[in-house]
């Protein structure tokens, strides 16, 4: 299933180059006047971007992964590292993809409840830089940059002991 998915999206991508290409060479009128798409008028995603249903059956499995790393310790994880607890069933994502699992994997935390997706390390070790979008994503209050490694160090902490005796 994993690789009919990725087919598909290179299929698109593949499409969307070869079509484009002719385009770029030549030269470029003035853009008419576009309409602004109604309220119930919906863009579609770009070619490389997953759909929201796989970003939601990806984040269930995400958030089972990262549930087990939280009760056995909280360690902390990076795209690799989950991608190989989730048995290859997490492909490359692109980066506003990573960002739609993390708030998907987050969306039924509890708001005064460290996020899961706080687990989630840069190969360093250290803050993911989608750590703020995903708290801006789900309404959480904004850390000042001075003062976000140190309150994300704190939360995964806190997400360590909340999880401890789950």
Not at 3 to 9: A, I, L, M
Not at 60 to 83: M, N
Not at 135 to 143: A, K, Q, V
């Amino acid at each position: 299933m994993l690789e009919e998915v990725q087919v598909k999206r290179w299929k698109r991508q593949l499409k969307a180059r070869t079509s484009s290409a002719p385009r770029r060479a030549a030269p470029r009128a003035a853009d008419p006047v576009k309409a602004v798409p109604g309220p119930k008028a919906t863009a579609p995603s770009p070619p490389d971007r997953l759909p929201i249903e796989t970003i939601d059956k990806l984040a269930a499995i995400a958030r089972d992964v990262l549930k087990d790393a939280a009760r056995s310790g909280g360690s902390l994880l990076t795209w690799g590292d989950l991608r190989l607890r989730m048995a290859g069933g997490l492909p490359h994502l692109h980066p506003d993809d990573q960002g739609e699992l993390l708030v998907a994997v987050d969306r039924e935390t509890p708001v005064g409840e460290p996020l899961l997706s706080t687990l989630v390390a840069s190969s360093d070790a250290s803050l993911h830089w989608l750590y703020r979008h995903v708290r801006f994503s789900l309404g959480r209050e904004r850390i000042p940059e001075p003062d976000l490694p140190a309150h994300w160090a704190t939360e995964v902490l806190r997400l360590r002991q909340n999880w401890r005796h789950r």
